[in-house]
């Protein structure tokens, strides 16, 4: 995998996170007391803030958190009527646990080192291309992906599905998530914007792309549109400047659901796939204010639960809307418990490549090491500037000091990947 390949995070760096925790506490009592948003109080004890609804129904919406103004982003509703119906009963403790979760991966995230980050979208943009793969009836491992990402998945033609190759379909799908995740926000929820970052091609007739595609007059499509028509106006529904503002009047994790609901209402998933919408999410948070990353992946809450992915029934089930809040939980879930595997590794490869002299580049290499979730000897030596025989006997240090283990077991093409 190259350097191009990775997204570009925005996690927030700078301030100690003790004086940043003190500045967003006073900046959320200003904003509670200006704005008059859901009538709160916040009640103070050993540095943990809890925010609770004056309404009783209510309170069971929110948890302790170290940090109130990521609760207050996750949960915030300017209206009380914005608030579904079913938020008092049993949706009330699944968006509870869903905030909580996301929230403390948000703020893990932006305190953890810059490889950390890289390294862990990187493997979660794996694992959300597997599961959304699997909403669509392709069965593929993450690790198929990861090793077909350096060249080394050997040819196989029971991955064939109507003639195309699984893994290709689900590396397509992992190509969207990059890109998505590149962009900024602002640049993908219009139509024009939103094809232009997926490439996807909106002009022309069928048969005219068609005859581009055998001519190569035309760049690589990460999704493959059959009715370029149909597809404008699909983008066109789903992402009006209405829609999007409305999304702004609920809680950015409901806002989430009730956005792939029209995602799929307006035709998007019909016309260029489901796994657009889903791909999207991640940003719409960002957007929306609730995280400073990409962060949320939904088809991965959904993983080992595909008879409860029912977008076209959100927002007017309570079953649906809570099987979605439950699915951001485990979603979050899985980032925290990545987050964490990487930090170990992340700290296991310093210590077993740490140089013996200050200008060694062990560091380095077990940043790269940490980021990539497959690389081989050559990618890892263009990457870090060492000569090949350096760059064996590093990886070799990291094999035997349990911080690094190998993909693939054949000799003349060793893949590496950090011990998760």
Not at 35 to 41: E, K
Not at 232 to 238: M, T
Not at 373 to 393: E, K, Y
């Amino acid at each position: 995998m190259g350097g191009a390949d990775l997204p570009v995070s925005r996690w927030r760096t700078g301030a100690e996170p003790s004086r940043r925790l003190t500045a967003r506490k006073e900046k959320f009592s200003r904003s509670i007391a200006a704005r008059a948003r859901l009538p709160a109080i916040l009640q103070h004890a050993q540095a943990n803030v809890v925010l609770a609804c004056v309404s009783s129904k209510l309170h069971l919406c929110f948890s302790y958190l170290g940090d109130p103004e990521t609760l207050q982003r996750l949960s915030n509703s300017s209206l009380p009527g914005a608030w579904p119906a079913g938020m008092a009963g049993g949706a009330g403790p699944a968006l509870s646990a869903a905030v909580d979760r996301l929230a403390r991966l948000d703020e893990r995230l932006a305190a953890a080192p810059p490889a950390v980050r890289r390294g862990w979208l990187a493997h979660m943009l794996l694992e959300e291309a597997a599961a959304s793969a699997a909403l669509d009836a392709i069965a593929v491992d993450a690790d198929e992906l990861r090793l077909q990402a350096v060249g080394a998945l050997a040819a196989d033609e029971e991955r064939t599905v109507e003639g195309v190759d699984r893994v290709a379909l689900a590396a397509g799908l992992l190509r969207l998530l990059r890109a998505v995740t590149a962009r900024h926000p602002r640049q993908l929820f219009t139509a024009n914007r939103l094809a232009a970052a997926a490439r996807l091609r909106l002009k022309g007739r069928p048969g005219e792309i068609a005859a581009g595609l055998l001519q190569e007059r035309l760049p690589p499509s990460l999704i493959e549109v059959p009715d370029p028509a149909a597809a404008r106006a699909a983008l066109a529904r789903a992402l009006t400047p209405e829609a999007m503002a409305s999304w702004h009047d609920l809680p950015p994790l409901i806002a989430a659901g009730g956005f792939l609901g029209h995602w799929s209402a307006s035709g998007g998933a019909d016309a260029v796939g489901g796994a657009v919408g889903r791909a999207l999410v991640p940003q719409l948070l960002v957007r929306l204010g609730a995280t400073a990353g990409p962060v949320l992946f939904p088809a991965l809450g959904f993983r080992g639960h595909l008879g409860r992915y029912r977008p076209d029934r959100l927002l007017t089930e309570d079953g649906a809307l809570i099987a979605w809040l439950e699915a951001c939980r485990r979603a979050a879930e899985v980032g925290l418990a990545l987050h964490g595997r990487l930090s170990t590794a992340h700290q296991r490869l310093h210590q077993a490549l740490k140089p013996a002299r200050a200008t060694g580049r062990g560091g380095l290499v077990a940043d790269l090491l940490t980021e990539t979730p497959a690389v081989t000897g050559a990618i890892l030596a263009q990457r870090s500037g060492l000569s090949a025989a350096a760059t064996r006997l590093l990886l070799s240090r990291a094999v035997a000091a349990g911080a690094l283990h190998l993909l693939t077991r054949r000799d003349a093409f060793r893949v590496y990947g950090p011990l998760l």
